[in-house]
């Protein structure tokens, strides 16, 4: 079929050692030295082995890797919108011409890259010029500051793909997915970007836009990186799969899954997406609201505009060959059982719809089952499933605050309150922190910001595991504490400022310490020597100089019985 071939002449891009060559260079590779890849570059790299990134066929050259920056191009002047990078260190110690070996974190061998290029970059040029921001509320800005000043690229030769042992049957590479699509008979093919569960508006949205123009669903849901504190994608699946089987025609829909790690790039995201799908096989794209979109900046304004996504797909459409499908907004009309657009929809007419919010916070969070109007028994039963009501989830309460504030005085009393409603209390203080987690580490930026991401990553497994922790440090950078936010669901995450004057916290140190760095003995000292950069929009502020530690606590815990995640008996 015609229709059904990749922007660029039908022809993916292939990485993949053959198999009579993979004995030889699976013992070359084994000699060679080797780093460990991020999450995000195994993601990356399994899309580029694929051809799901063609005509790219290596992490960016600088070259390459500029003219996106500023013209979402590629040096030779192929569409692409995202740039897709190898951060490295200087401590990696590579050189151009050697060949290393790439691995992912377990240390399994993915690949052989032939270095030919190692050069720098900025992280507030590429977040400003690629994701319209230098806001630390973005995830992708507030994760870019910990990749490394530098890039590395040349060929590669992968040995394996990333191993995955879930859902192995509907895990497809471009070609695999564009033979199946081509065994439909249709010259069409709609592709439905997903990284949510969907609800009865998702069918009917993509009901409509397939019988639109006579062709085939694409369910493509990204199962790589999405934005933190999404649903986990092996909920989300049993869901798709779930709505797949029961409510679509066989042979009008494909679930194949993506192993995709999103950048939230808001409208270069959605073209960026347009160009992937191309690549397996589909000439049209349903395009959302915000699509890609990581929600609101620190001013609590949204990144992007609502429809800067559609009107970015629109205008390349000649060029990558994908339509734009909007995202028409559609509202359920009870008396007649049956969604309609809202620009059809009489002045008047009943209609019902639940906001997102709603169905965290007034359904699962309470322990409700979603109305069958608004998703499938199915959806509705897996969700519940796998989220309990609000006061059996995890929660995270980070207090953060100049030493001597009074951090740890109003945990350890809200403790007491916590274990007397019933929750379970793990304390993670900084102090205890860096004489057992984090011994060795000194305070220099780089060593702090370890030392909170530490913390943080073991407060994110016991918030995952519906526990809930303190955790009471200094954490005196604003982007370090918004990426530990964003290593837990929304929500769940509870950012408390202990906001105490610097002069009361000098008067209350027993220990002498700002006296200390007042004179110099201590270096990068919090307050005196290195800033504090105080939260923006934390859930709730402490007041400790008008209000006693008790009085601190019981403000935490009322605030939190308001939001649910404690009960008391009446």
């Avoid at 570059?41 to 500023?70: K, N, Q």
């Avoid at 096989?281 to 001013?299: E, M, Q, T, W």
């Avoid at 559609?310 to 509202?331: C, H, I, N, R, S």
């Avoid at 796998?386 to 809200?414: D, E, M, N």
């Amino acid at each position: 079929m015609p229709k059904l071939i990749s922007p660029y002449g039908g022809k993916l891009v292939d990485l993949m050692v053959p198999a009579s060559e993979l004995a030889e260079a699976k013992a070359y590779a084994s000699t060679l030295p080797s780093i460990q890849i991020s999450p995000r570059a195994v993601c990356d790299l399994e899309m580029l082995a694929t051809g799901a990134f063609s005509p790219l066929d290596r992490f960016m050259g600088e070259a390459d890797f500029r003219r996106v920056l500023t013209e979402m191009r590629l040096a030779n002047g192929a569409l692409m919108p995202i740039p897709i990078t190898l951060p490295v260190r200087a401590e990696d110690g590579l050189k151009v011409g050697q060949d290393i070996a790439l691995r992912d974190n377990m240390n399994d061998l993915l690949a052989i890259m032939s270095v030919e290029e190692i050069y720098a970059w900025d992280v507030a040029e590429t977040a400003e010029r690629v994701y319209g921001t230098q806001d630390t509320k973005h995830p992708i800005v507030a994760e870019m500051a910990r990749w490394g000043g530098l890039n590395a690229s040349g060929p590669l030769r992968v040995l394996q793909l990333p191993r995955h042992y879930d859902f192995v049957e509907i895990r497809r590479t471009p070609a695999e997915t564009r033979a199946l699509l081509e065994k439909s008979g249709r010259d069409n093919v709609v592709a439905f970007q997903t990284r949510n569960p969907m609800h009865r508006v998702h069918e009917e949205l993509t009901k409509r836009a397939t019988a639109e123009v006579d062709g085939v669903l694409l369910l493509h849901p990204v199962v790589g990186m999405t934005k933190p504190g999404d649903v986990d994608h092996y909920t989300r699946v049993r869901t798709y799969k779930a709505l797949a089987e029961h409510y679509y025609e066989q042979d009008r829909i494909v679930l194949s899954l993506l192993p995709l790690a999103m950048r939230m790039g808001g409208p270069r995201e959605a073209l960026w997406h347009a160009v992937i799908r191309r690549n397996y096989g589909a000439n049209y794209l349903i395009v959302g609201r915000d699509h890609a979109g990581p929600g609101k900046d620190s001013s609590g304004k949204p990144f992007y505009g609502p429809y800067d996504a559609q009107e970015l797909v629109a205008q390349f459409k000649d060029e990558t060959g994908v339509g734009m499908v909007p995202f028409e907004e559609l509202l359920y009309l009870p008396e007649e059982d049956r969604y309609e657009e809202v620009s059809k929809i009489k002045e008047g007419v009943k209609t019902l719809n639940i906001s997102g919010t709603q169905v965290r916070e007034d359904y699962l969070g309470q322990g409700q089952l979603l109305p069958e109007w608004f998703t499938r028994p199915e959806t509705a039963e897996i969700l519940a499933e796998a989220y309990p009501p609000r006061h059996k989830q995890g929660i995270c309460l980070w207090f953060t605050g100049l030493s001597g504030s009074g951090k740890s005085t109003t945990a350890s009393v809200l403790q007491e309150l916590l274990l007397e409603a019933g929750r379970q209390v793990t304390e993670l203080d900084g102090d205890i922190v860096r004489t057992h987690l984090s011994k060795g580490l000194g305070f220099s930026r780089e060593d702090r910001d370890t030392n909170i991401l530490r913390i943080g990553f073991v407060a994110a497994e016991i918030v995952r595991h519906g526990g809930t922790v303190m955790c009471a440090a200094v954490s005196p950078y604003r982007g370090t504490r918004e990426s530990v936010r964003h290593m837990m669901d929304e929500g769940s995450f509870i950012e408390i400022y202990v906001d105490t004057p610097l002069s009361v916290c000098e008067e209350r140190d027993v220990k002498g310490m700002y006296a200390k760095a007042r004179r110099g003995e201590i270096k990068e000292f919090t307050g005196i020597s290195d800033p504090y950069e105080p939260p923006l929009n934390p859930e709730i502020v402490l007041d400790t100089v008008n209000f006693t530690p008790e009085e601190n606590a019981h403000v935490i815990a009322n605030w939190l019985a308001e939001k649910g995640f404690i009960r008391r008996d009446v």
